[in-house]
């Protein structure tokens, strides 16, 4: 991988910047740059024992270093045509970016610049995102199941979907995370990248579990005579689910 390729993609990037809504003064700033790979299937493993054999071990020091909060690396389980992704998460948009030119350092300072082996074998094409995150068990394990939710909301109100999510869906998935039937749960904004506006997350320790709890969840969200449920659903009508083997994934301290 070329530090040049990956330093490529900055002006891309802000060339679709969307609007950022401000996060709650109260919680630290976290922004995840996500990299989702379409991936051949017949030959996809490739991609995975690259990146265990060579990623992991770089994107864990810069973890250790501070360099970022995490980082992880997921296969696709069930959804659309996302086959992979690796993120990273760090305290600022400014350094997300910049943690493209710093991990393109790392990987080349680790294992060169040639591009004859490593995801990109498998894995040729992919789309980037940059999100903000605005509520949930942030900063904390995950479990070993993923769902993702991605919604397409309509920009002139999703920041009160952040409001009802935050004072409505808030205490059913904390529930559910202080009853042990979700490992995590998370809520984040759209900063840039592609269509999808917000992405929603729950983890758990299989896919029987976390389906169960999800149920329960989204009973709750929008049962009948639930208001704020049935306003979020007119906010953001529109989504993608996945779910996700979250094969690596590595929390730093802070």
């Known amino acids: 991988m070329k530090r040049k390729n990956l330093a490529a993609l ?3 990037l802000l060339l679709i910047m969307g609007v950022a809504v401000a996060q709650d003064d109260e919680a630290p700033e976290r922004y995840t740059y996500a990299t989702y790979h379409y991936c ?6 490739i991609a995975d024992e690259f990146v265990k054999e060579k990623e992991t071990p770089v994107m864990d020091k810069l973890v250790d270093d501070g360099v970022f909060l995490s980082w992880g690396w997921l ?9 992979r992704i690796r993120y990273f998460q760090t305290s600022s948009l400014n350094d ?5 030119d710093k991990m393109g350092e ?4 680790a294992y060169g610049d040639d591009d004859s082996e490593g995801i990109g074998v498998s894995c040729k094409r992919h789309d980037d ?5 605005k509520a949930g068990t942030i900063g904390t394990e995950r479990g070993t199941a993923g769902l993702s939710v991605y919604f397409n909301c309509k920009i002139t109100d999703e920041s009160r979907a952040d409001e009802i999510v935050a004072q409505h869906f808030a205490p059913i998935y904390d529930k559910l995370v202080e009853e042990g039937k979700i490992t995590s749960w998370g809520w984040q904004s759209h900063v840039l990248g592609g269509w999808f506006r917000r992405l929603f997350t729950m983890t758990g320790k299989d896919y029987g579990t976390l389906m169960d709890a999800r149920g329960e969840a989204l ?5 009948e005579g ?4 049935q306003e979020f659903a007119k906010i953001c009508s529109g989504h993608h689910d996945y779910l996700w083997d979250i094969v690596h994934e590595k929390q730093g301290g802070g």
Request: net charge negative; no cysteine.
């Open 106 to 109: 790392a990987f080349e300072a």
């Open 226 to 229: 639930n208001e704020a449920g």
């Open 75 to 83: 296969r696709h389980h069930t959804g659309g045509q996302w086959r």
């Open 129 to 133: 995102y940059v999100w903000q995150a």
């Open 40 to 45: 051949d299937t017949s030959n996809e493993g």
């Open 96 to 100: 997300a970016l910049a943690g493209l």
């Open 219 to 223: 009973a709750a969200q929008y049962g």
């Open 10 to 12: 900055i002006p891309g």
